[in-house]
């Protein structure tokens, strides 16, 4: 029954479904730490031409594969060329990487909720409360459970509409706290230099390392190269215009990170000072710098309260569509039933996501490569396999399909007026600024090179 494919309503429904998959941890979590922690203005200068150049070829091929093809990735690109059919299968594997380490930050937001609902933002805003936090083994395991059980129900019961309706409610009020913790975060004493540091880009700052952070989050954030958008966009229907529903799902997802950071970075530089060690705090960033906002709030435990809990929200919608892809993959391969295929997927996450859990705590002498699971995970997922996915699509795109099926595809509806660059874009600049951003990534994991 659930077999059949839907469509989404129009250009609105498909903006925001995308937009609930695009925006979360991605956006509040991750970027601001990636920002604080590879240069602040250069960061994001980066980001923002990677955004509109790489960003774009990338979605917008995704988007008109699915739509074109009417299928998701696995049988997309077998069906637009079958040498190529492995790229679809590849893309696949990503989710599975990401699902279980992305519900193990979902738990530590809803162990963050309760502490804000329980009053107990003065300890939350200790400076140890996080580490200790992690360190346990029993306590982030549980809420990491809970967290993916939520996830799990709504998959089962496949409520898409109410998570739709709710984004619709919702995703407006995260917009609307994220700014005005934004202008409360600016205007504390100190914050100035923050604001200047995340702001105006410093050649200083620059290295190799900040192209790689910047491409990884790009990929990370607009849930590209794991084919959710190719899935995505087999749901549009055709008289959707594509290219501009593209730049506003870019744009929405891009302005919502920009917004976190400006919440988070300058606050460190009024509570912490701006040392590196501050800025370095890389993945537990949030979650020391924000409960010390809260903290010198009036109301700060009520602020704090609605804001995890709109986190909360941005997290599960994005972990719902992780989770849902994980499924219909998984069912598309053994034909189970949707509730014994989210069972096993569930059993699943949950094993690999408590190791990684326990990564920070009794695991943590578990290193690969010189690094901890959830970095590994990270690594292998956004630096490897990614740009890897993403280097077969334009070779796949760009060289034996033909940019001409992508660029008819667009122009079913509305023009394509970036068709030239597009091209350009999609056969030469992508993949080979791709390859040498996976060779660097590599070459710095095995400690080839250093930076
Ligand atoms: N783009 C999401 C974020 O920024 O949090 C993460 C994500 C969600 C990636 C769903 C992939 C996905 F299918």
């Not at 699915?66 to 299968?89: E, I, N, Q, W």
């Not at 309706?165 to 917009?175: C, D, Y």
């Not at 326990?358 to 970095?375: K, T």
Request: charged share 15%.
């Amino acid at each position: 029954m659930d077999k059949k494919r839907g469509s989404f309503s129009g250009k609105l429904g498909f903006v925001l479904a995308a937009a609930g998959s695009a925006v979360g941890l991605g956006n509040l979590w991750r970027f601001p730490y990636l920002a604080a922690k590879h240069g602040g203005g250069i960061f994001i200068l980066i980001y923002l031409i990677l955004a509109v150049t790489l960003g774009f070829t990338l979605m917008i091929t995704e988007v008109s594969i699915g739509r074109k093809t009417g299928l998701s990735a696995a049988g997309a690109f077998h069906k637009l060329d079958k040498r190529f059919g492995f790229v679809g299968y590849l893309a696949c594997v990503v989710p599975f990487i990401i699902t279980p380490y992305y519900c193990v930050i979902g738990g530590w937001v809803i162990k963050y909720l309760i502490a804000f609902v329980t009053g107990q933002v003065e300890a939350a805003a200790g400076d140890d409360y996080f580490t200790t936090f992690i360190s346990e083994a029993a306590q982030p395991v549980l809420w990491f459970a809970i967290f993916v059980l939520l996830t799990a129900i709504v998959v089962i019961l496949g409520v898409e509409k109410g998570v739709e309706k709710a984004s619709t409610i919702l995703m407006p009020i995260l917009v609307l706290l994220t700014i005005g913790i934004a202008i409360y975060s600016i205007t504390r004493p100190g914050a100035g230099e923050g604001l200047r540091y995340y702001l105006l880009p410093s050649m200083e700052h620059f290295s190799a390392t900040t192209v790689l952070a910047a491409m990884g989050q790009l990929f990370y954030s607009m849930s590209l190269a794991m084919g959710i958008m190719i899935t995505y966009g087999s749901y549009m229907k055709k008289d959707t215009p594509l290219r501009n529903s593209v730049r506003q799902i870019e744009l929405f997802d891009t302005v919502i990170a920009i917004l976190a950071g400006l919440m988070i970075v300058p606050a460190v530089f009024a509570f912490s000072g701006g040392n590196e060690e501050a800025l370095n705090k890389g993945p537990s960033l949030m979650f020391i710098t924000l409960p010390k906002v809260f903290d010198s709030m009036t109301f700060g435990s009520v602020i704090g309260a609605v804001f995890f809990l709109l986190v909360l929200f941005a997290a599960l919608t994005s972990a719902i569509s992780l989770l849902e892809t994980n499924v219909s993959m998984v069912r598309d391969k053994l034909g189970l039933s949707r509730k014994k295929t989210t069972l096993i997927v569930t059993i699943y996450v949950l094993i690999v996501g408590s190791l990684v859990s326990l990564g920070f705590g009794p695991l943590d002498f578990v290193q690969i490569i010189g690094m901890g699971l959830l970095d590994f995970c990270d690594f292998v997922s956004n630096s490897v396999l990614m740009p890897i996915v993403a280097i077969l699509t334009c070779v796949c795109m760009g060289f034996f399909v033909k940019p001409h099926v992508i660029i008819e595809e667009v122009e079913t509806n509305g023009d394509f007026k970036e068709k030239k660059f597009y091209t350009v874009m999609l056969k030469w600049v992508a993949p080979i600024c791709l390859i040498l951003i996976l060779i660097f990534a590599v070459s710095e994991a095995l400690g080839f090179v250093t930076v």
